[in-house]
């Protein structure tokens, strides 16, 4: 009975949110220009690494987990592919289910803080960016670019939402 009940408790989620980085001039960043971005993303700073037997540039993040009724804090340190789209996925700690709040992007002294909102989701979404700039800025909707519905994706049904750019309003810092 124990193993049912906690089947059913179970969370099924598939969803993933990318992130397309742009430069100041509104250019797609390339990786070694990510590189010079120090990333947080819900309050956790990614720190980027090159894995010893891996080609790919990789980020890092450590994660605080809360254990047992002790309430003793379980550390580890989780990771993902650095890419332009930055894709957050349902296994990463931070961003499970595709779940992004906030992206706080900074060099040198300019600071951009991207407010997403968004929940855990069964949806692929791929949010373009506007050019990097100080300021806070919110995401207005998670409406596709065709109109359409985002899709809710499954092991047999497949789909993205590409949300654009215009989507993005500048707002007072919270």
Request: proline share 5%.
């Amino acid at each position: 009975m124990l193993t049912l009940t906690s089947d059913i408790g179970a969370q099924y989620c598939i969803g993933s949110t990318g992130y397309q980085f742009r430069n100041e001039k509104g250019s797609v960043m390339s990786i070694d220009e990510m590189k010079g971005l120090n990333i947080t993303v819900n309050r956790y700073p990614l720190k980027w690494y090159q894995a010893p037997d891996s080609t790919y540039p990789s980020f890092r993040y450590e994660a605080a987990q809360v254990g047992d009724r002790d309430e003793k804090y379980l550390k580890e340190t989780r990771g993902g592919d650095f890419s332009n789209p930055l894709l957050f996925r349902f296994d990463s700690v931070p961003t499970f289910c595709g779940r992004i709040n906030e992206v706080v992007l900074q060099k040198n002294d300019v600071v951009m803080r991207l407010i997403f909102d968004i929940r855990g989701h069964n949806t692929r979404y791929l949010i373009d960016s506007l050019p990097f700039q100080p300021g806070t800025f919110q995401l207005t909707s998670r409406k596709c670019k065709d109109g359409k519905p985002a899709p809710m994706i499954d092991n047999n049904t497949f789909g993205e939402c590409f949300i654009t750019a215009d989507m993005w309003k500048q707002v007072e810092r919270k």
